[in-house]
Nanobody
Framework: QVQVVESGGGLVQAGGSLRLSCAASGTIFVINDMAWYRQAPGKQRELVAT???????NYADSVKGRFTISRDNAKNTVVLQMNSLKPEDTAVYYC???????????????WGQGTQVTVSS
């Protein structure tokens, strides 16, 4: 089985920084893309950032220049460094791993439990 555990998050003032981490463990054959999503109250979950196996990153326009996504393939981890935080960044953040548990398995999405990020004005 695959376990995905997030850490980080919390309460910060506008302009501050937070770092989210996420690790996948268990039976894993290969991890392809890793990503972070977020969901604010009353809104749909939205994609924040993705990073490919080779390290190529893409960001939502709303976070470009402020957030950085990175991954460690050896440790099966993904990190989201969030700087210059704004109140509109307040949301529950979820990490996502697109992986195959075994060589013969199909690719599927595995999610973290979610972590609250609150930015006060």
């Amino acid at each position: 089985q695959v376990q995905v555990v997030e850490s980080g998050g919390g309460l910060v003032q506008a302009g501050g920084s937070l770092r989210l981490s996420c690790a996948a463990s268990g039976t894993i054959f290969v991890i392809n893309d890793m990503a972070w999503y977020r969901q604010a109250p009353g809104k749909q979950r939205e994609l924040v950032a993705t990073v490919t196996t080779g390290g190529a990153a893409n960001y939502a326009d709303s976070v470009k220049g402020r957030f950085t996504i990175s991954r460690d393939n050896a440790k099966n981890t993904v990190v989201l460094q969030m700087n210059s935080l704004k109140p509109e960044d307040t949301a529950v953040y979820y990490c996502n791993f697109r992986l195959r548990p075994a060589r013969t398995s199909r690719e599927d999405d595995y999610w973290g439990q979610g972590t609250q990020v609150t930015v006060s004005s």
